[in-house]
């Protein structure tokens, strides 16, 4: 079993920052994928930003140039720094991380998320 502990999130001001991290725990044996997804309200879960085992990124268009991704993989941790926030990026951002366990099963686990408000 894989758990994520997101932290990070909070109250920001537009044009502000903040950074989200996530743990992951458990019987990972590798990972392959990690990524933060946002869900508004109303609105459907998307994806933000992931980065893969060999370190390719993929991010939403409405936060290249702000938003970027990173990982540990020793640690077993993901982030994401975000700057220049906008009110629009108001959401409960979840980890997401895929791999495999020592059982030779495949997980793919997410985080309980963590509220962002952009709001003055």
């Known amino acids: 079993q894989v758990q994520l502990v997101e932290s990070g999130g909070g109250l920001v001001q537009p044009g502000g920052s903040l950074r989200l991290s996530c743990a992951a725990s458990g019987s990972i044996f590798g990972i392959d994928t990690m990524g933060w997804y946002r869900q508004a309200p109303g609105k459907q879960r998307e994806l933000v930003a992931a980065i893969t085992s060999d370190d390719n990124t993929n991010y939403a268009d409405s936060v290249k140039g702000r938003f970027t991704i990173s990982r540990d993989i020793p640690r077993k941790m993901v982030y994401l720094q975000m700057n220049s926030l906008k009110p629009e990026d108001t959401a409960v951002y979840y980890c997401?991380?895929?791999?495999?366990?020592?059982?030779?099963?495949?997980?793919?686990?997410w985080g309980q998320g963590t509220q962002v408000t952009v709001s003055s």
């Open positions: 997401n991380v895929r791999g495999g366990t020592y059982y030779l099963t495949d997980f793919n686990s």
